[in-house]
């Protein structure tokens, strides 16, 4: 069987996008010292969207058909959550933990599941098997921090109180999450990879639900 022609837009270019997103989202809410729930939705809604659209037009522009199913299942669930957390007038605490939770849980899983069916042949399921993995324990994470929770504190040194809130964990949380995912993605982006491995896997990868002996 010939070869088919290899891609220009890989699947390493896929990383490497997702990786600046995150970037750019973990330094957002860094540097911001507002985390409330409609900065912390603001910063959300505006990594969501970009790494959904970098995840669908990456299903096609670096995946082969038999491998597009688990990029455009997780764009699309990025791309919903990302819109409805974009809507300024229902923003609040609520709404920040009940979106974030649930994808976080529904992406996680469906990217953590595609990597272990693809880790025999696929040499970039490892690095779903972790993104999925940690973005599920940003849902655990989220869900075990009270969103009504309230604490005041007095720094002495500097003469100073502040009230540390259940939102101002949860933003924080993932923030970190997004710094996390823009290392991981960022080194996986930029590894040295054996000629040919991005272009194999994408083209002859199973999607989720494809067990590999089908390609037999």
Request: proline share 3%; aromatic share 8%; net charge neutral.
């Amino acid at each position: 069987m010939s070869a088919a022609p290899v891609r220009t837009f890989q699947v390493r270019n896929v990383q490497v996008a997702r990786a600046l997103f995150a970037a750019l989202a973990a330094a957002m809410v860094t540097f911001s010292p507002d985390h409330s729930a409609g900065v912390g939705l603001a910063v959300f809604s505006g990594w969501a969207i970009a790494t959904a659209l970098v995840l669908l037009f990456g299903a096609w522009l670096a995946y082969g058909a038999g491998a597009r199913a688990t990029p455009v299942l997780l764009g699309v669930l990025t791309l919903v959550t990302g819109m409805i957390a974009g809507l300024p007038g229902i923003r609040s605490t609520t709404l920040f933990f009940v979106l974030v939770i649930a994808w976080a849980l529904a992406t996680g899983l469906v990217e953590l599941i595609s990597g272990i069916r693809r880790r025999a042949v696929d040499e970039h399921a490892r690095d779903a098997i972790l993104i999925g993995a940690v973005t599920l324990a940003l849902g655990v994470g989220l869900l075990l921090v009270n969103p009504a929770y309230s604490l005041e504190y007095f720094i002495r040194e500097a003469g100073q109180t502040g009230v540390l809130t259940g939102i101002t964990i949860g933003v924080g949380l993932f923030g970190g999450y997004a710094a996390v995912v823009a290392v991981f993605l960022g080194i996986a982006g930029f590894s040295p990879r054996r000629s040919g491995d991005d272009h194999a896997t994408s083209e002859v990868g199973p999607a989720v639900g494809q067990n590999a002996e089908e390609r037999a």
